[in-house]
């Protein structure tokens, strides 16, 4: 398959990943050790997103002390939308 990236927050259990679907669409996942875990898929319009966006707006995120706001104030700094899956 494609590439999976991973990123574990240092102070908790929380997780963010991304991963290529076989289309070859990106999706992050989110994982709160405990009771949530949510699935979005990076829309790519109009222009093409590249892995390296990503995981830099994940990495920036799972280090903030409140990791959803954080992955969205990043994702819309980098210009690059979700939708829940």
Known sequence: MGCENSFH????????????????????????????RMVWRVAGNPAPVTESAVSD???????????LPSLYHELKKRALEIERV
């Open 9 to 36: 927050a240092n102070a908790g259990m929380d997780f963010l990943g991304l991963r290529r679907t076989r289309a070859g669409r990106f999706e992050i996942v989110y994982d709160d050790g405990a009771a949530r």
């Open 57 to 67: 707006a994940l990495r920036v995120a799972v280090d903030a002390r409140h990791i």
